[in-house]
């Protein structure tokens, strides 16, 4: 009832209020921009692109704050804030392969708000994090913005039908990068080990 409350008086807003959700939304509030983006962008979809773009910076910087958070309150204390369903999966993956771990997150409807503080509780490079989270953000909230500037309405429709093939794709992507990835690193490795020879 409450996030309802508070969608209706950011919707009211406009621009101001979809920042201020995609702000937010990055270390706090349960309001996903997407729910202000979308109407807001159709209302006006000659500003879509705008929007897109204004909501993928405005989660950045709430990002930061999610991520000055985490490193203020340490790891221990996150737990109080992150469910333990969550801050696990989170913090063992994120050890494991941060870059993509943090790109995932700002695609998938894991609330971003954990990933930016668990990154920040785990010290994870600054640039690194701000980088990568702009990329997800932007693929999330740019790509819907330039979607409706297009399509108008059926963009609706394409994120509603095709939000599955949209993560599998993106996820095989990320794979496919990954290897190429490790792929070149161990070639310069090799080849770094054949020069010392």
């Keep these: ?11 009211e807003w406009g621009l ?13 509030s349960p309001v ?42 340490g790891l221990p204390a996150t737990r109080k804030f992150i469910p333990a369903k969550y801050l696990d999966k989170i913090t063992r993956t994120i050890q494991e392969n941060a870059v993509w771990t943090i790109f995932l997150a700002a695609l998938s409807p894991i609330p971003y708000k954990f ?22 953000r ?5 790509l819907e913005g330039i979607l409706i500037y297009y399509f108008g309405p059926q963009a609706v ?3 509603t039908h095709h939000k599955h093939d949209t993560l599998i794709i993106s996820l095989l992507a990320v794979f496919v990068i990954g290897i190429v990835a490790y792929i070149i690193k ?10 010392k020879l």
């Design 1 to 11: 009832m409450l996030v309802e409350a508070l969608l209706e008086v950011l919707l």
């Design 16 to 28: 101001a209020g979809l920042l201020l959700a995609a702000f937010t939304e990055s270390f706090i």
């Design 32 to 73: 996903l921009p997407d729910m202000i983006l979308i109407p807001l962008a159709l209302t006006n979809p000659q500003n879509a692109v705008y929007y897109g773009l204004a909501t993928t910076f405005a989660s950045i910087l709430g990002g930061l704050v999610g991520y000055l958070i985490g490193i203020k309150i």
């Design 115 to 136: 990933i930016s503080i668990t990154a920040g509780a785990l010290k994870i490079n600054m640039p690194v994090f701000l980088v990568i989270s702009f990329l997800g």
């Design 138 to 142: 932007a693929k999330r909230f740019l």
């Design 157 to 159: 429709e394409m994120f």
């Design 186 to 195: 161990r070639s310069k490795k090799t080849d770094a080990a054949l020069d």
